[in-house]
């Protein structure tokens, strides 16, 4: 009996964390499905993306370890997911651990150990210092100029 895996995220800035978390989903039945979290049930997950859902979605469905992606609008909406997607397993990365044990009566409940020193938010971080340092380097830059055209007056 083909087994149904079913998690739940956001995706942004798709990184080797959400690569392993759906590698070890996949890897526990036959076929792994996605509620992506669409732009607005980000922002009542206090959640500011980079990448749009569109784009988002279509990088997941060329994730070899994804068969279907669908768009997850609340936090409500999981138990009717679930018996409409026929899920076996509802499986997220352990910083939820315990949230959905609820879902415990009409599937399996697995939380995985996340990925660490890799985040969405670690790489914003990232990008932005270094936006700061090319900033730094031109104004820099800027005021070496500036000096030299009043040096030669
Ligand atoms: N994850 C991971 N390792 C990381 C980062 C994320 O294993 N370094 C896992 C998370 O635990 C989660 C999944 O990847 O299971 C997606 O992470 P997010 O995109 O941050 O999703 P989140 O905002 O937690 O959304 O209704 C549930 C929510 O939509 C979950």
Redo the contacts with the bound molecule.
Sequence with gaps: MAKTVL??????LF????V??LRRLRQMGDRLIV?L?SEE??SI?G?KTVIPYEFRKEILESCRYIDKVFP?HN?DQ?RSDIARERADIF??????AGK?DNLSDICEVVY?????????TELKKYMNAVNQEKLGAIRNMVDVLQAELKAVG
């Design positions: 998690t739940y995220g956001t995706f942004d990184h080797v964390g959400h392993r978390l509620g979290s049930f980000n997950k959640k997850e936090w999981k499986a997220m990365g352990d910083d939820w959905f995985l150990p996340r990925t660490s020193d890799v985040s969405t």
